[in-house]
C-alpha cells in the first residue's frame, strides 16, 4: 500500500488555480508547454505521480567498501501536481532515490512506479518514452558549453528528432518563460549561475514532461537566486500543472516551494506531511535538527556556544518553543509566568509563513528545577505548542 503524504485531499486542484484564466487562451506557461490553460487543469488528478512501494536498495560490497543499503524500505507517494520535497542530510539516500524515478538505477526490492508504469520493468522503448516525461534539473546545470542558451535548450528535442520549426516554436516559448529571451545565443560562460540554471529548467521542459525531478537544483546558488530559482519553479508547477518532485538538504527550499515534504534519514523516510504540519510541529529527531538551519531558527551564535546538555547548580533550560497559525498571536509567555510561576526570559525568536500562515518560534530560558521544567512543558503542551528542550546555560 502506498502512504499518500498527506491524509486530506494532498493537491489543491489546478483548476481552482486557474480560476481567472477564461477556457481557451493560454498563459505564456502553458504556451511554452502547448497546452491550453484548461487543459492543463483537467489533467492535474490527485491521485500520485510517483509511488515508491517497498523500495529498498543496496550497492553491494566492492572495492574494500561494505555493502550500502541506501534506501530501505520505502513507501512514498507523491501527488500528481504537487511539489513535493525529498530532505535529508548528505548520504542519506535522496540521489539514490531520485535515480529510481527515471531508471538510473533499479530498486533491489519493491517497484517505484511513474504515471502507473513500473520503471525497472520496462525494456528500452518504454524506459525511453518515461523518461522523456521526466525533466530533470541538476546541481551544476551540466550544460554544453560549446552551445548557446537556445541550442541547449533545443538539445533533448534535437534528440527526439524534431524538424527545426519544431524546435524553434517550442524552444522561443521556454526560454521567455524562464526570463532569458535576450541570452539565446549566448554560451554558458557568458550567463550567471542563476542564469545557467534557467537555461536547465528551460531545457528540461523541452519534452513536455508531466514531471519535473531536481536534484539541489539551488545548492550552487546565492539565496536572492536561489529564491528567483524556486519561484519559477512553483510557477512551472501552478500554471503548468507540471508535478515537481525536489530533493534538497536545505529546509529553506521545501519551506518556499514545497507543499508536501519527506524527511529522509539513513535511507528511511522518518517523517511525512504538508510543509506547514510538519515545520510547524516537526516530530522526528533529524527534522528538527534540519530545522535548526532555517536562517529564522537558527540559533545565535553566543547561545549556541553556551548550550550545555546537561543542568548544573544554579544553571537555566533553553527551550524552542514552536508555534504555528492562531497560536503565534496568542500571548504565550506571559500565560506561561502566570500559571507556572516561573520566570521566563525571551533569548531569541522569529516569526515566518508557510503558504500565508504564520509559524515560529521562541529561545527562552526558564529559571528552576526539573520539576519546574517538566510544569512548563506541560503547561504549553496543555496549549498545543511544542516546546524541545534544546540545552542549557550556566
Ligand atoms: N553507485 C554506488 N555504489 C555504492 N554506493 C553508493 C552508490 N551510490 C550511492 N551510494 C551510497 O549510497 C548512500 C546514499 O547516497 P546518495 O547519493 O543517494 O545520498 P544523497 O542523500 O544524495 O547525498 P548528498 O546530499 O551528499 O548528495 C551513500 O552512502 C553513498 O555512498
Ligand atoms: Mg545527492
Known amino acids: 500500500m502506498d502512504t499518500v503524504l498527506a491524509d486530506s485531499p494532498p493537491v489543491r486542484p489546478v483548476s481552482s ?83 529510481l524515478v527515471n531508471g538510473l538505477e533499479k530498486p533491489s526490492s519493491g517497484r517505484v512506479v511513474v504515471d502507473g508504469r513500473d520503471v525497472a520493468a520496462l525494456g528500452e522503448d518504454k524506459l525511453r518514452e518515461v523518461r522523456r516525461s521526466i525533466g530533470m534539473v541538476f546541481q551544476h546545470f551540466n550544460l554544453l558549453s560549446s552551445r548557446t542558451a537556445y541550442q541547449n535548450v533545443a538539445l533533448p528535442l534535437e534528440i527526439a528528432g524534431a524538424d527545426r520549426r519544431t524546435i524553434e516554436a517550442r524552444v522561443t516559448p521556454l ?20 542564469q545557467k540554471q534557467r537555461v536547465g529548467i528551460a531545457r528540461a521542459l523541452a519534452t513536455q514532461p508531466k514531471l519535473l525531478l531536481s536534484d539541489e537544483a539551488t545548492s550552487a546558488l546565492d539565496p536572492e537566486t536561489t529564491r528567483s530559482i524556486l519561484a519559477l519553479l512553483k510557477k512551472i508547477n501552478s500554471e503548468l500543472g507540471l508535478s515537481v518532485l525536489l530533493i534538497t538538504h536545505e529546509m529553506e527550499v521545501v519551506k518556499t516551494v514545497a507543499d508536501h515534504v519527506a524527511v529522509i534519514d539513513r535511507g528511511a523516510i522518518v517523517e511525512r506531511g504538508t510543509t506547514f504540519d510538519l515545520l510547524s510541529a516537526p516530530r522526528h529527531e533529524t527534522t528538527r535538527a534540519l530545522l535548526a538551519g532555517l536562517p529564522s531558527l537558527s540559533l545565535p551564535a553566543f547561545l549556541a556556544e553556551q548550550l550545555r546538555p546537561e543542568p548544573s547548580a544554579g544553571s537555566r533550560a533553553v527551550l524552542r518553543i514552536s508555534f504555528a497559525g492562531d497560536s503565534a498571536t496568542q500571548p504565550i509567555l506571559s500565560r506561561l509566568g502566570q500559571a507556572t510561576g516561573v520566570e521566563v526570559n525571551i533569548l531569541a525568536g522569529a516569526i515566518d509563513e508557510i503558504g500565508g500562515r504564520p509559524f515560529g518560534s521562541l529561545v527562552v530560558s526558564i529559571a528552576g528545577d526539573a520539576a519546574t521544567l517538566a510544569k512548563a512543558q506541560n503547561h504549553l503542551a496543555a496549549h498545543g505548542l511544542q516546546a524541545e528542550v534544546l540545552g542549557h546555560v550556566a
Open 17 to 99: 488555480r486557474n480560476a481567472t484564466i477564461p477556457t481557451g487562451t493560454k498563459t505564456a506557461a502553458a504556451a511554452a508547454q502547448g497546452v491550453a490553460a484548461g487543459q492543463a487543469a483537467v489533467t492535474a488528478a490527485t491521485e500520485a505521480i510517483v509511488s515508491f512501494e517497498a523500495v529498498s536498495k543496496r550497492f553491494p560490497a566492492g572495492r574494500g567498501s561494505a555493502e550500502v543499503v541506501a534506501l530501505d524500505a520505502i513507501d512514498l507517494a507523491v501527488p500528481r501536481g504537487s511539489v513535493t520535497g525529498i530532505i535529508g542530510r548528505s548520504g542519506a539516500g535522496k540521489s539514490t532515490l531520485i535515480r
Open 175 to 194: 526560454l521567455e518563460l524562464v526570463g532569458l529571451s535576450d541570452k539565446r545565443d549566448r554560451y554558458p560562460s557568458e550567463l550567471s549561475g542563476g
